[in-house]
């Protein structure tokens, strides 16, 4: 459901080609995922803290991976979780698959529109119930947060809580996220972290010390699962230290 005083139109204009895309395949990729996910076994583990944050009508800020936004986006459908895509053709895709699952999208993306998206993020915090921000969007590198999540918190006193997908034998695009698909038929485990105080404030130093920590949180959740399933698509856990590289 879309709120007053917050952004959710790109500036850009389409081409032909691009305008009748945008109305046929929003349809079509929500109505495969609605179809998948209906034969799914989904085990759903620690979900108290986000359905009691939900409850007490505060805001929480979901942290997920690129990877995880379709999964996630039918497993909060009907929440009116909100999110952020870029102004681009490909946001613009994305903005208008989400409706599907009772959510919207604000826009404006880290790369582009970055300071208008971080604004209307933070006023969305007084508005919405929950905001789900892919921290190594919108083009990775993968499994490595950005400061964005951790900076709303700190502006805004908002906690945060990590939400990871373990997929057993997915497909997996070929694509920077390795973006996870689930096969019809298959079993998923979703498992939220425990709520995470936000940062004492937005500077620097605090900033950063949160954003390592929400990425570690959620990297060793997804190490956990994955190596519960098995999954192929995972990372190479055997040589991770619990801090990730930055790009």
């Not at 799914?40 to 997920?64: H, I």
């Not at 998206?117 to 915090?125: D, I, P, R, Y």
């Not at 700190?154 to 497909?171: C, E, K, M, S, W």
């Not at 950063?208 to 999954?231: M, P, S």
Request: charged letters at 25%; glycine letters at 8%; proline letters at 6%.
């Amino acid at each position: 459901m879309k709120l007053d005083g917050l952004c959710y139109t790109s500036p850009h204009t389409f081409t032909m080609a691009q305008r009748i895309q945008l109305q046929l395949v929003p349809p079509l990729i929500s109505g495969a995922l609605y179809g998948i996910s209906a034969t799914l076994k989904m085990e759903r583990r620690n979900d108290a803290g986000y359905e009691q944050s939900m409850a007490d009508g505060k805001c929480v800020l979901m942290a997920l991976w690129h990877e995880s936004i379709g999964m996630a986006a039918y497993h909060t459908r009907g929440r009116n979780v909100h999110t952020t895509t870029s102004f681009s053709y490909d946001g613009e895709l994305a903005a208008r698959i989400i409706p599907y699952f009772g959510s919207e999208a604000i826009r404006g993306s880290s790369s582009r529109g970055g300071k208008g998206a971080l604004e209307e993020l933070v006023k969305a915090t007084q508005k919405v119930p929950c905001i789900g921000i892919t921290m190594d969007g919108p083009r990775g590198p993968r499994r490595v947060a950005k400061a964005g999540l951790a900076i709303i918190a700190g502006r805004t006193q908002t906690p945060i809580i990590p939400l990871a997908y373990g997929f057993r034998n997915p497909y997996r695009m070929r694509s920077w996220d390795k973006f996870a698909v689930a096969k019809p038929f298959s079993s998923v485990i979703s498992q939220f972290g425990d709520v995470i105080p936000p940062p004492v404030d937005d500077s620097p130093e605090a900033v950063e010390a949160k954003r390592l920590e929400v990425q570690d949180t959620l990297n060793d959740l997804h190490k956990a699962l994955e190596r519960e399933v098995d999954d192929a698509g995972c990372m190479d856990w055997d040589t991770y230290t619990g801090t990730l590289p930055e790009a």
